[in-house]
């Protein structure tokens, strides 16, 4: 006698470069796991996979065989952006743009075992089920633990100007926020700018302008945007200005700065401007991806300030932060509060 459960009868194809094998398996299920009919991926360098699932409830009722879905050649006017890495190694093929056929008219990230990570691919069935979906035979496992669906799609891009443009890309299941940062960085007697675009976790966005200014004519101006619809974080956003008038609060500031040791710097009263009413101390590496995608490297700042900030720069705790993809702040220490009053002690409202 069967156990009182559907049944699962998948049959299935996976074809990579050069390779290709075919799989059929037959069990027992729990019947919220098992979600049936064909379903079809295809990637780049000739790489796809083609799956079928049955089930019913009957005592011997999975006997026999079913059918690989086959896919059409014929073009449908979809395209995903798509590349594939596999094996060991983790080796990386150029990303390219891929011209789905037939009734693969979805973009899919997907995530899952036998070798297989991180697809972005064309998709005839989505389907969408926890990662941590068990199910008896290896295949069974493969296509439980696919997170697929209608992704949201975000502009990534990083550049040393203050915009940039690049295609939309999808987003892990995660990752259900579009970010824009723009900052504008003068060290001493260097300046330069950054804007990056990406998928981010929704928890990790936190919008709006923040300014920071420290002793030795230092200064830091960023804004941040976060959207959720597809393409939203196309264009840009302004870099915040502050104003030079004095607003009666006052900062001691020192900036240090330096990969091979710490440049001390001596401490100074520092009068606050504009909206930058908040005392900031920081420790810490900031990091900006900003070429690593075409070979030349991140760009890390190291340092340890203390000065004048805006509200916004609350933002800013201690550990790791994420302000978009390669972009984290790893704090030591973040200290911020209402900047002392003229003749007041740190922190007097």
Request: aromatic share 6%; hydrophobic share 35%.
């Amino acid at each position: 006698m069967w156990v009182a459960l559907p049944l699962c009868l998948l049959s299935a194809l996976l074809a990579t470069e050069g390779n290709s094998f075919s799989y059929t398996g037959k069990s027992c299920l729990e019947p919220e796991n098992c979600e049936p009919g064909p379903f079809s991926l295809t990637y780049p360098h000739n790489v796809t996979v083609r799956a079928n699932i049955a089930c019913c409830d009957t005592d011997g009722c999975n006997a026999g065989a079913i059918p690989v879905p086959t896919v059409s050649s014929v073009p449908n006017g979809r395209q995903c952006l798509s590349f594939f890495k596999s094996g060991a190694d983790h080796w990386q093929k150029k990303k390219e743009l891929l011209a789905c056929t037939g009734a693969e008219d979805h973009c899919v990230e997907d995530y899952g075992v036998l070798t297989l990570a991180c697809l972005p691919a064309c998709s005839g069935h989505c389907r969408k089920c926890p990662a941590t979906m068990w199910a008896p035979q290896p295949l069974c496992l493969l296509s439980a633990q696919l997170v697929t669906g209608d992704t949201l799609q975000c502009e990534v891009c990083a550049s040393e100007e203050q915009s940039c443009s690049g295609p939309l890309q999808p987003c892990a299941p995660s990752e259900g926020t579009c970010v824009t940062v723009v900052a504008e960085f003068r060290l001493e007697r260097n300046s330069f700018s950054y804007m990056g675009k990406s998928c981010l976790e929704p928890k990790n966005c936190e919008p709006g302008p923040f300014s920071l200014t420290y002793a030795h004519n230092v200064t830091v101006r960023v804004n941040i945007a976060c959207c959720d619809t597809d393409g939203c974080n196309a264009g840009a956003i302004p870099v915040p200005s502050v104003s030079s008038v004095p607003n009666g609060r006052q900062c001691p500031s020192f900036f240090k700065m330096g990969a091979d040791g710490w440049q001390e710097k001596e401490k100074e009263l520092l009068v606050c401007t504009g909206a930058e009413d908040h005392y900031v101390e920081e420790s810490g590496i900031l990091t900006l991806d900003k070429f690593s995608r075409w070979g030349r490297g991140d760009i890390k700042l190291r340092m340890t300030a203390a000065g004048c900030g805006s509200p916004g720069a609350c933002v800013k705790r201690a550990l790791v932060k994420k302000y978009a993809q390669g972009v984290p702040e790893i704090l030591s220490q973040a200290k911020c509060y209402p900047a002392p009053r003229a003749g007041g002690g740190i922190g007097e409202p």
